[in-house]
């Protein structure tokens, strides 16, 4: 059971941006069940774009850096199956309406 988080950052030239994303269990901690305890952490640390991560389902406040600046910070919930496009995270507007249902970007 997995979600995924993915996407690019790109300079106006379209030069790939490192990026960290931060992602905190709401609540933190959180029991994910199976003995796993969820603490916050960053999923991709300085990580040049594009990126492709799995997380368990569940709510989490994401947090999306640079080296010179945070980009965006918002609360998502995140169902088994569902991706997350980066870009829903920097338009500041994240929904069910940005999650690309499983297997429609195959």
């Known amino acids: 059971m997995t979600a995924k988080i993915r996407g690019s950052v ?8 490192r990026v960290t994303i931060n992602a905190a269990p709401v609540p933190a901690p959180r029991n994910a069940g199976n003995g796993v305890v969820l603490i916050p952490g ?7 774009s594009p990126v492709d991560v799995d997380v368990l389902p569940g709510t989490y406040r994401l947090t999306v ?42």
Request: proline share 9%; glycine share 6%; no cysteine.
């Open 42 to 48: 960053d999923i991709v640390d300085d990580q040049t």
């Open 65 to 106: 850096y640079t080296s010179t600046q945070m980009l965006a910070s918002s609360t998502v919930t995140l169902n088994d199956g569902d991706v997350l496009e980066l870009t829903s995270l920097l338009e500041g507007t994240p929904n069910v309406g940005y999650v690309t249902p499983p297997n429609e970007w195959i």
């Open 10 to 17: 790109v300079t106006p030239n379209q030069t790939p941006v």
